[in-house]
């Protein structure tokens, strides 16, 4: 299994920085052909295309979307549609962040409508899932990634599981400099592909679960070593390229 390695920009980046990230991440990777890594940017929309266009010809980088609505088109106000994002190049769409779920009050229910609706329309979905640091220290860790993964993937198919990954977040590692401790990472991933095996049978061992939290270049490589961590997803760190390369190269 190859590890993804993404890189979630959130709001940040006008066209022109992003275009100047993505022509300098480009240039240094030249000489590194990507075999054993896959590479995601995930950039707000106003640059996808921006970004899309400089790796058009690179093998193993694509853009993603960190967003989408459960429709073609229609009357939804401030929304993107599926279409739109696909006319641009987006492979990736992001489901399910923490920072989507808190601000912007997104339910398990409506994430698992934008999972399924996102599976239909042929893109890859990460599904993010994690708990509050009030969640872990009242023991609920089981409880809320159960509850995010239940609900989150009603009615996806076996089928469906080449095109779904899932990343591990916890919220209080997010943006924080916290990252979860190798130990905790791994009982957390185990958990989890416990739960996507019991879930879906044998199958769900094919599917990629990611760490994200506090993520950089020198932590990375031993986060990818540990069991069931099949890449990152990569906030604060991935804004500049040279830290981002660093990631990449690991
Ligand atoms: C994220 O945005 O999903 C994330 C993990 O951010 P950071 O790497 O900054 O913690």
């Given at each position: 299994m190859k590890n993804l390695i993404v890189a979630n920009w959130k709001m940040h980046k006008t066209r022109a920085e992003a275009k100047d990230f993505a022509e300098k991440l480009k240039k240094s990777l030249a000489n590194t052909p990507l075999t054993e890594k896959e590479v995601v940017i995930i950039p707000p929309f106003t640059a996808i295309e921006t970004v899309a266009t400089v790796f058009a010809d690179t093998k193993n980088i694509s853009v993603g979307a960190q967003n989408i609505y459960p429709a073609q088109?229609?009357?939804?106000?401030?929304?993107?549609s599926s279409v739109m994002l696909a006319d641009i190049g987006v492979n990736f769409i992001l489901a399910g962040h923490s920072e989507r779920r808190q601000i912007c009050k997104e339910s398990d229910e409506f994430i698992n409508e934008k999972v399924l609706f996102a599976?239909?329309?042929k893109f890859r979905v990460i599904l993010c899932i994690g708990e509050s640091k009030e969640e872990r220290d009242a023991n609920k860790i089981s409880e809320v990634l159960?509850?995010?993964?239940?609900?989150g993937l009603v009615g996806v198919e076996e089928s469906d599981l080449l095109a779904l990954v899932l990343a591990y977040e916890p919220v209080w590692a997010i943006g924080t400099g916290a990252v979860a401790s190798e130990k905790e990472i791994k009982e957390t991933h185990e958990i989890i592909r416990k739960?996507?095996?019991a879930i879906f049978g044998e199958k769900g061992h094919t599917v990629q679960i990611l760490y994200g939290g506090s993520v950089k270049a020198d932590n990375c490589s031993s986060l990818l070593a540990v069991a069931n961590v099949n890449g990152v997803l990569v906030g604060g760190a991935s804004l500049d390229a040279d830290s981002f390369r660093d990631i990449i190269l690991a």
């Open positions: 088109n229609g009357a939804f106000t401030g929304e993107i599976l239909k329309e159960f509850r995010q993964l239940e609900k739960k996507i095996v």
